[in-house]
């Protein structure tokens, strides 16, 4: 595609992302009862899905930010001037 | 909040129905997000209410979600720079304050009114900011649309203009995205109507990116984006409250988040095609087709609280789901449009790209 030469496509990284990904999903819902029992005790276990969400993010955002760039839809090349 | 958590068994059963549901929506929701700064929560939450979810752990799931998918949200416009942090952070402590005020007066008027007066509550709050604000916004980017000026810097509004013009010492501080020093006490108020109204009805956006736009004086892309921040500072101070009773529910919030994040990323990419008018244009249009939405639910609550005579079944219930589908009709068309703009926009750089080719060859 013209809007990405010169940059080499994630793809290594989206594969890696991609597989854990799918296995924290795969964790989360094969574990769903003891899971829930924590999250739901409230108090200190607050950390907990807190925890998660932020290690969802990181994987997963990583995962989708790299898909999008390697099926090539990437933002336009040029620069939105922005005060 | 604490009995709710204990009495009520939180966490329903999830099946792949459920979980498909709940990944598009929170695809299209991210989209939209990513886009104009919030949105997806107001059909989120009755979403997950309708699977027998409560009404609690629905709103904190949601919650849940939110602040993870706004901080990849905000990561991803920053690299567009197109975020300003400071005010993002300011604005999203003050934001807090008005959450947990907000909650508070929620609190109060279902003890007072029961469920039906806080669902009521809900919608007028719901159907009077949005008219007010949703039908300004929405005029101004026709207006901006109907002129042909549309390539043009935006115009600083009067009032943000009076804004910037204030100087009280002590209280001065720049910010990049206004290009100027304004008065931290006039982010505060903007701030906690922002968290009030995020308590009330889900999305503080629609308070939040109007008032940097027209009171502040930030640009649309920058105040969308700087959005995300509020919305990652809330997002994650409310989860926590909510986590400490018990009340999230981890498996929804994922699934939302899974869906999501695929929506944020392409309707961040989405705001580098579009000209900064977009931003108003689906925004506008999202909140005023919600406000029918919202609307169509007042007299049901009316009626619960004997306000008005009694509705048949049948009449609520028509009314219940057409409302539900507006909503569902609001983030769809806001998807769409955002969908048409960026390929319109990668199209346009396609062509331009292979003319450049073309006449290189020449």
């Given at each position: 595609m013209g809007s990405n030469y010169g940059k080499k496509k994630p793809i290594g990284r989206m594969i890696i992302m991609g597989i854990i990904s799918i296995a924290l999903y795969t964790a989360l819902l094969t574990n769903q009862a003891i899971i829930n029992n924590y999250v739901g005790?409230?108090?200190?276990?607050?950390?907990l899905p807190i925890v998660m969400a932020f290690i969802f993010s990181f994987v997963h955002g990583n995962f989708t930010g790299d898909f999008w760039a390697v099926i090539g839809v990437e933002a336009a090349r040029k620069k939105k001037e922005v005060k | 909040m604490h009995d709710i958590a204990q009495t009520v068994s939180n966490f329903v059963d999830l099946n792949w129905m459920n979980m498909t549901y709940l990944f598009l929506v929170g695809f299209v929701g991210g989209l939209v997000s990513g886009f104009?700064?919030?949105?997806?929560a107001f059909v989120l939450t009755p979403g997950m209410m309708s699977m027998g979810v409560p009404g609690l752990v629905a709103v904190a799931s949601n919650m849940c979600h939110k602040f993870p998918k706004a901080l990849v949200g905000a990561i991803k416009r920053a690299k567009y720079g197109q975020v300003d942090v400071k005010l993002g952070i300011v604005l999203g402590v003050s934001a807090e304050a008005g959450v947990l005020y907000g909650a508070h007066i929620q609190e109060g008027i279902k003890k007072a009114f029961g469920d039906a007066g806080s669902n009521l509550y809900v919608s007028v709050a719901f159907v009077v900011i949005l008219a007010v604000v949703g039908s300004f916004v929405l005029r101004d980017a026709w207006k901006t649309y109907k002129s042909g000026a549309s390539n043009e810097a935006e115009k600083v509004t009067k009032i943000a203009k009076w804004v910037q013009s204030i100087n009280i010492p002590g209280t001065m501080v720049y910010f990049k995205s206004l290009n100027a020093k304004i008065s931290i006490l006039f982010t505060i108020p903007l701030g906690f109507a922002t968290g009030m109204l995020a308590a009330t009805i889900a999305v503080g956006g629609f308070i939040g990116v109007p008032s940097m736009i027209?009171?502040?004086?930030?640009?649309s892309l920058m105040a969308s984006a700087t959005e995300l921040v509020i919305a990652f500072v809330m997002g994650l101070g409310g989860s926590f409250k909510y986590a400490m009773h018990g009340l999230v529910d981890i498996r929804l919030s994922m699934i939302i988040l899974g869906g999501s994040l695929f929506g944020i990323q392409l309707g961040a990419i989405g705001t580098t095609y579009v000209k900064p008018y977009m931003i108003k244009m689906v925004m506008g249009v999202i909140m005023v087709i919600v406000l029918f939405s919202r609307a169509l639910m007042v007299p049901v609550y009316m009626s619960q609280l004997n306000l008005i005579g009694q509705l048949s079944e049948t009449t609520m219930k028509s009314l219940k789901s057409t409302s539900f589908a507006i909503m569902i009709f609001a983030l769809a068309l806001g998807a769409f449009i955002i969908l048409r703009a960026i390929w319109q926009g990668r199209r346009a750089e396609k062509l331009s790209a292979q003319e450049a080719v073309i006449h290189g060859k020449v």
């Open positions: 005790r409230g108090g200190i276990y607050a950390f | 104009i700064g919030s949105g997806g027209y009171v502040l004086g930030a640009p």
